[in-house]
């Protein structure tokens, strides 16, 4: 008898399923679309060459790629080409979509315009084997802007993603927000050597998932010395990741009538407080005072308490991918497991 599970990672959806994921997707389409975000489909499918050297080492390895096909494959078996497994694959499936669009924005740069803004909503694959709650095939859903470096984008993004989440139900989110020329400025403070960042930052991106002594295990096994990953741990066990003050003054008030002005108020001074304690400490940083003038100017640009209260500064949050230079974000829901 035939196996009638689908292969491991991958799942099936039934129409039940299916209503559940376009009530959420529309959602999220109508208000990227009222932020003024255009729809971009690309597909599955990318030349290798494209894919390969833009994720770092370690999202190289978790693609799915694709073997040349029929005669082509055939051909070159027959004549002794394929000496390694790259003369054996010439595509792969996308690993997400962020590289794709850079292929677009290159390859439409004459028809798009300068500012564009775009949403996308579409599978991609990645061939590790999943972890308790993770797939091989799961939709993302990214939205980005191009032609601008202005941290008003930033804002945007952060407001667009806060009103998506309270409008399918979740009130219990926090936005955590880093930069990464915030963490080059911790590496270069603790003594990572330069040529060791990218591995740093991979190890760094796994602290909530396997603490300090697995990303120090980590660390050492790059070959940074024991002695400064153990700094650059410390580092992170100084900063104050989530500001205290806003529950302080919830407890203080929560028998008062709600003011929601001063709510404000006092969370954006908190969070600022905390970028400033932060510049303190790097301040033989250039990149690092760089990093908390852009995160100082995102908080600055928010104009709405239920948003403000739902950002939470974290230096250690890093993001694995190599692409990263600037900004970074993480989504925490309690109600789901991992983060967004």
């Known amino acids: ?104 924005v290159a390859n439409y740069r ?57 409008r399918l139900g979740f009130n219990n989110f926090k936005i955590r927000i880093n930069h990464r020329k915030l963490l080059t400025g911790i590496l270069y403070v603790v003594g990572v050597p330069k040529d060791h960042h990218i591995d740093a930052l991979v190890e760094l991106d796994k602290l909530d998932k396997i603490g300090s002594e697995g990303v120090l295990n980590g660390l050492t096994s790059k070959g940074i010395p024991e002695k400064v990953g153990e700094a650059l741990i410390q580092m992170f066990k100084v900063f104050s990741i989530a500001p205290n003050m806003l529950s302080s003054f919830d407890e203080q008030n929560k028998t008062n009538e709600f003011n929601e002005e001063l709510r404000f108020k006092v969370y954006k001074e908190s969070l600022i407080s905390s970028f400033e304690q932060t510049r303190e400490i790097l301040s033989n940083s250039e990149d690092a005072q760089e990093a908390i003038d852009d995160l100082i100017g995102i908080i600055n640009l928010i104009t709405t308490e239920k948003i403000i209260s739902v950002i939470q500064p974290d230096p250690s949050l890093a993001r694995g991918l190599s692409y990263y230079t600037g900004a970074i974000f993480e989504i925490n829901v309690p109600d789901l497991a991992g983060s967004l």
Request: charged share 30%; glycine share 6%; proline share 5%.
């Open 110 to 166: 004459n028809d798009l315009p300068k500012f564009f803004k775009r949403y996308q909503i579409q599978p991609v694959w990645r061939a590790d084997r999943p972890a308790r709650g993770r797939y091989r095939e799961f939709y993302q859903c990214d939205v980005d802007a191009i032609g601008s470096k202005s941290m008003l984008v930033e804002a945007e993004l952060v407001s667009a993603v806060s009103e998506i989440l309270h």
């Open 1 to 104: 008898m035939s196996k009638t599970q689908p292969a491991r990672g991958m799942r099936d959806f039934l129409p039940a399923d299916i209503r559940k994921r376009n009530y959420v997707i529309n959602i999220i389409r109508e208000v990227y679309e009222s932020y003024g975000f255009e729809p971009l489909e690309t597909p599955a499918v990318e030349n290798l060459e494209t894919l390969t050297g833009k994720y770092g080492e370690e999202g190289n390895q978790l693609m799915f790629k694709i073997l040349k096909r029929g005669e082509k494959l055939q051909e070159e078996l027959s004549e002794g080409k394929i000496k390694s497994e790259k003369d054996l694959s010439d595509l792969a499936l996308r690993y997400d979509l962020t590289v794709p669009l850079a292929r677009v």
